[in-house]
């Protein structure tokens, strides 16, 4: 399903624009790319972002990732801390592939002589999607998923641990891992979607199935105990001003409230070391188990040729962090330049970290003060929180509004009229349907499994606006995509933008040629994905009329016709754009 483009664009065209532009974003990033590259490399005198082709994120390499995660580690161990527990407990590994900052480890390591962590590949994540029967995990995040475990074990080994990598169900392979290590406590987080929050329940109960004669750790106990502990947020929720059940349905309410009422929490600190393991045999596991290839997955990745990739894991994830806020300085200008598409530093890109809780949200929190101490604060710092607050309300709202989040009518049960015109669906999907800006966009999923937030909310309004189209069809192929994917964040996005979600006034249409003339003046972005644009004259890349394909749907509201070298806008009073 990949889709590779040709790698036959001149050079010319991967540059940043060349001569000063009026627009803030591209003068703005043009400047700080510049600065970035000679920052990191002096003998780079000429400001090319886009004289590659690909781009790692970070990029930096392998030996100075591990440098500053080594060093990040260490700025956060503490020997001071003590565990008072006995026995043995599990740490149940699920989407906080990380070892700062992860409570559920810190509590096992804490409650216990000894600590087994455990992933388990469960084969339901390769299935299918619920409605629509695409892939549930695309190779991009597959082949993420596999790094971060590479990077997880390396992390756990370093502190005196390892990590039992077991194929199957978490139910049935936790309470035999739990009874055959007589372990007291199986450690987790907690989930907030329907599918995650069965498996819990299923390891519960199978836990509560499993007799453990004799469990040292805790004399009262019969059976090893499933401890759910909650660590995915910025707030946690138990300092929430409210009951999630009466989360506000207005963004502004939600953000006001929490940063008046609530407080973040500080990271948990790390013990120098987390071991020992426990003794005894791995031998009815197959010892340590390995990380799966991505052939094991019944998936297939092709070779990176073009746009972000990213690497998985812990480490990376704070190669990032440091690489973005401290290295390049990029904190500094977030707010100004985080709408861009094009390139890895408009926006932090922490989001494939975060979704696999390979970064804590609240080790990013404390980045930022530490930034804003050292270096200084401003609207681009404070913005980065700001964008996290949102972060936290979709899974918090996961939890008030439960699965009405995934159905068509959302939330508030809205009842619309659908489509699922497969011919419309699929140019929209494979990016051909005549308008360069979707296209361009649904290449870079298809061929990274990134999009910008600009990107997302532009294809979304066109898919459910201007073609009808059912938006779970939509949150489907991006569920499949998506290196970042996560429930919550997708489906309440998707929600939003189809007019079906929690808050009515998030309701509002993108007008393609006036994001295209705001965000994309000059079509650099469309000319990187769609190199056939690459001849026009800049300004007509995004409005190419007879020199591209032909548009498949007229839009609702303004046209791409290019009249006298600019495109017509039919003002309207439904044409409201987003803000953020
Ligand atoms: C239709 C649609 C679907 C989306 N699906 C997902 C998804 O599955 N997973 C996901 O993490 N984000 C999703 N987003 C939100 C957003 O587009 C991405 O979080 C963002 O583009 C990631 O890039 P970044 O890390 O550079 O973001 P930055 O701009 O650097 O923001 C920093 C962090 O804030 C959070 N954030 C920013 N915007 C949002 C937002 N609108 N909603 C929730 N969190 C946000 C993310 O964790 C992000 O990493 C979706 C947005 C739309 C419009």
């Avoid at 032909?550 to 039919?570: A, C, E, M, Y």
Wanted: charged share 25%; hydrophobic share 35%; with cysteine.
């Amino acid at each position: 399903m990949t889709v590779f483009l040709s790698l036959s664009l001149p050079l010319r065209s991967l540059t940043f624009p060349q001569k000063p532009t009026s627009n803030l974003f591209f003068s703005t990033q043009f400047r700080l790319s510049y600065q970035s590259q000679s920052m990191s490399s002096a003998s780079q005198s000429e400001p090319k972002l886009g004289s590659k082709v690909t781009f790692q994120v970070p990029g930096l390499d392998s030996s100075e990732i591990d440098r500053i995660a080594d060093a990040t580690f260490q700025r956060y161990s503490s020997p001071k801390l003590q565990r008072n527990g006995s026995g043995v407990s599990i740490v149940w590994f699920r989407n906080d592939l990380r070892i700062l900052d992860n409570e559920a480890l810190y509590r096992a390591w804490a409650s216990s002589e000894a600590v087994l962590p455990v992933y388990c590949v469960d084969p339901r994540l390769f299935g299918t999607t619920h409605y629509f029967g695409f892939p549930k995990t695309g190779a991009f995040r597959a082949q993420f998923l596999i790094e971060c475990l590479a990077d997880l074990k390396k992390n756990l080994m370093k502190h005196g641990l390892n990590l039992l990598i077991q194929h199957g169900k978490p139910e049935d392979i936790l309470p035999s891992v739990a009874k055959a290590f007589g372990a007291h406590t199986v450690y987790a987080h907690k989930e907030t979607c329907s599918e995650e929050l069965n498996v819990e329940r299923l390891v519960s109960k199978g836990l509560q199935r499993m007799e453990l004669p004799g469990v040292s750790g805790n004399q009262n106990a019969k059976n090893p105990k499933l401890q759910l502990i909650w660590g995915s947020t910025m707030y946690h929720i138990s300092d929430l001003p409210f009951n999630p059940d009466s989360l506000p349905d207005v963004y502004t309410q939600f953000r006001k409230s929490v940063e008046s009422k609530s407080t973040i929490r500080g990271c948990y600190k790390l013990p120098t070391m987390l071991g020992p393991l426990p003794s005894g045999s791995l031998d009815e596991f197959g010892g340590w188990g390995s990380i799966p290839s991505i052939h094991e997955l019944g998936l297939h990745q092709g070779k990176r040729e073009k746009g972000m990739y990213f690497i998985g894991g812990e480490s990376a994830a704070m190669g990032r962090v440091i690489e973005y806020f401290w290295k390049k300085d990029l904190l500094r200008v977030y707010k100004e330049i985080r709408n861009g598409m094009l390139g890895p530093d408009y926006s932090t890109k922490f989001s494939p970290w975060l979704a696999f809780g390979c970064l804590s949200p609240r080790f990013v929190h404390e980045e930022v003060k530490r930034f804003e101490k050292e270096r200084e604060a401003n609207n681009s710092t404070y913005w980065v929180l700001f964008e996290l607050i949102w972060r936290d309300y979709f899974r918090f709202l996961s939890i008030k509004y439960g699965n009405s989040i995934f159905h068509l009518g959302g939330p508030r049960n809205v009842a619309s009229k659908w489509s699922q015109d497969q011919n419309l669906f699929e140019a929209w999907k494979e990016g051909r349907t005549g308008y360069p800006l979707i296209d361009a966009n649904m290449k870079e999923l298809t061929t990274t499994g990134f999009m910008s937030n600009r990107g997302r909310q532009i294809v979304c309004s066109f898919l459910v606006r201007d073609m009808g189209i059912d938006w779970r069809m939509g949150a489907e192929w991006f569920e499949t995509y998506l290196l970042d994917y996560d429930p919550c964040s997708n489906y309440g996005n998707w929600t939003y933008g189809a007019g079906v979600g929690n808050d009515p006034r998030e309701d509002r249409y993108f007008s393609i040629p006036k994001q295209a003339q705001t965000y994309d003046p000059e079509g650099e972005y469309v000319a990187f994905w769609l190199p056939e644009l690459q001849a026009l004259r800049n300004d007509k890349r995004n409005f190419p009329g007879k020199a591209y394909l032909q548009q498949i749907v007229p839009l609702k509201f303004g046209s791409t016709n290019f009249k006298s070298g600019h495109p017509r806008f039919k003002s309207v009073r439904q044409n409201k754009e987003y803000r953020r």
